[in-house]
């Protein structure tokens, strides 16, 4: 996978999640994390979570059979869960399923829904990358500064 792939596929999900729940006021957090180094090689994945706190267009579970049909179409088979453990009550959908940790690939997607919040995730598998650039920091912006007397 590329950084493209990945991006897509992330994009993709969330416009499945928009395209359901509503284009509104999402707030929106996208960053390249690190995943180390594996035989000398950068690796980065693309992390992706997004907060809409408004009203939802429908029961938050009848909008996550609606989502889940539209992630299935992407080759995504997420599984449906109930967290009754918050409140208000919070409809999930997740892929892995919840509560089962991240895919051996360590990639996550979820969609969480109750009345008046939704919340959508995404992490990426580790791909080759160089985190510094993809989230637009040039190394040469990092400056060193010397604590001591001045000269």
């Known amino acids: 996978m590329t950084v493209d792939n990945v991006s897509s596929r992330g994009n993709d999900l969330y416009a499945a999640v928009r ?11 996208e960053k390249w994390l690190s995943c180390g180094v594996t035989d ?9 979570d997004s907060r809409l706190a408004a009203d939802i267009p429908g029961r938050p579970q009848d909008l996550i059979e609606l989502v889940r049909e539209r992630w299935l179409a992407l080759g995504v088979d997420a599984a449906p869960a109930v967290n009754s453990d918050l409140d208000p009550v919070r409809y999930i959908l997740s892929d892995p ?10 990639s996550t997607s979820s969609l969480w829904l109750g009345t008046g919040i939704a919340n959508f995730g995404y992490v990426s598998p580790c791909i080759p990358g160089d985190v510094f650039l993809l989230n637009g920091v040039t190394r040469s912006s990092f400056s060193h500064t010397s604590s001591g007397t001045t000269h």
């Open 97 to 106: 399923p919840f509560l089962q940790g991240v895919k051996q690939d360590g």
């Open 19 to 29: 395209a359901v729940v509503g284009e509104g006021a999402w707030s929106t957090d």
């Open 40 to 48: 000398g090689q950068a690796r980065v994945q693309l992390r992706l």
